[in-house]
């Protein structure tokens, strides 16, 4: 079963704008990830947050953590077209060595 | 720097063929490894893990094995495909880090088509 749950699943904004995705997981976690996939390609890793941190950013990124709601936030500010991709959470549990994605939410930059 | 390499980059097989899919990564030593399915339009399923060789972790039972012969190598096979095993198929390598897991890196995939 999916651990993180990216919502919305889809979003469509004009360029420029501010992109907001939320991601909510299940248990405790070690850090959690933002990846982007472009379409038929691998993912690349955008950002990470570890879990005594509440906030961090790079560059045009910030991303928020909430432990005692268990959800994550990614925005992106002054979107541009090539911010056009499908963005996934990944939560990295206590005590395993491996990820586990969301479900992605679909960004597409309007022009 | 590290790279890691997928091949083939696309495939069309046969319901009822074997599958072989292989991975490797350079410039770094004793990664993770990781093998994920993505079907269209959703997240990521892993399917496999290995912190070394020899050492392979099944996420979910199905028609798939996974053998890591080298530290850098990472092979996913099936003795028969069937359709339901088309996807595009990630590998993914990170630095160990004891109990957890940091950023993982990964490949440009392979579309399989089973038809």
């Known amino acids: 079963s999916q651990q993180g749950e990216e919502d919305p699943q889809a979003l469509s904004i004009q360029e420029g704008e501010n992109a907001t995705m939320n991601c909510s997981y299940k248990t405790s976690i070690n850090n959690l990830q933002w990846y982007r996939q472009n379409s038929g390609r691998g993912l690349v890793h955008l950002i990470l947050?570890?879990?005594?941190?509440r906030e961090t950013h790079s560059g045009r990124l910030r991303v928020t953590l909430d432990t005692s709601k268990k959800s994550s936030s990614l925005l992106i500010t002054a979107s541009r077209a090539a911010d056009t991709a499908s963005y996934f959470c990944?939560?990295?549990?206590?005590?395993?060595?491996?990820?586990?994605f969301g479900t992605g939410t679909r960004l597409t930059i309007i022009p | 720097s590290q790279t890691i390499h997928q091949w083939p980059a696309t495939l069309v097989q046969p319901v009822g063929s074997p599958l072989s899919l292989e991975c490797t990564v350079e410039?770094?030593?004793?990664?993770?490894l990781y093998w994920y399915r993505q079907a269209a339009g959703r997240g990521l399923q892993l399917l496999f893990y290995s912190v070394g060789i020899g050492q392979i972790s099944s996420e979910v039972p199905q028609n798939l094995s996974a053998s890591r012969p080298q530290d850098r190598q990472f092979i996913l096979s099936s003795k028969k495909l069937l359709l339901s095993d088309s996807g595009f198929y990630l590998c993914a390598w990170s630095v160990r880090v004891g109990t957890t897991t940091d950023t993982q890196y990964f490949g440009p995939g392979t579309r399989l088509t089973v038809l």
């Open positions: 410039g770094t030593s004793n990664p993770n």
């Open positions: 947050i570890r879990s005594n941190e």
């Open positions: 990944a939560t990295d549990a206590d005590g395993n060595e491996k990820l586990t």
